[in-house]
């Protein structure tokens, strides 16, 4: 069993930066992948990156490349979402999620979620 929880949430002003950081514990192996999803209000949830833990092999949506950059530490065993030149349109909840597997970064193979946590970016 894996346990995701995220922090670093909050209110930010358009153009603005925060960093999420998403604590993983239990029996979290070195094939994983731990990814970021978010879901705006009346959205389908969908990926935002996500990165593979034995290699660091990273994926981006192309809505946030170049302004997202996500990073592991594998000895504290988090995942860090550092969000630049935020955007209105970023507003919504974040999720970290992970698969047991080197996977894809898609809803469907995530095995485990985390609560979330909301950013708000005001214009």
């Known amino acids: 069993e894996v346990q995701l929880v995220e922090s670093g949430g909050g209110l930010v002003q358009a153009g603005g930066s925060l960093r999420l950081s998403c604590g993983a514990s239990?029996?979290?192996?070195?094939?994983?992948?731990i990814g970021w999803f978010r879901q705006a209000p009346g959205k389908e949830r969908e990926e935002v990156a996500c990165i593979s833990i034995s290699d660091g092999g990273t994926y981006y949506a192309w809505s946030v490349k170049g302004r997202f950059t996500i990073s592991s530490n594998n000895a504290k065993m988090t995942v860090d979402l550092q969000m630049n030149s935020l955007k209105p349109e970023d507003t919504a909840v974040y999720y970290c999620a992970a698969d047991a597997q080197i996977s894809p970064c898609s809803i469907k193979y995530m095995d485990y979620w985390g609560q979330g946590t909301q950013v708000t970016v005001s214009s």
């Open positions: 239990g029996d979290v192996f070195d094939d994983y992948t």
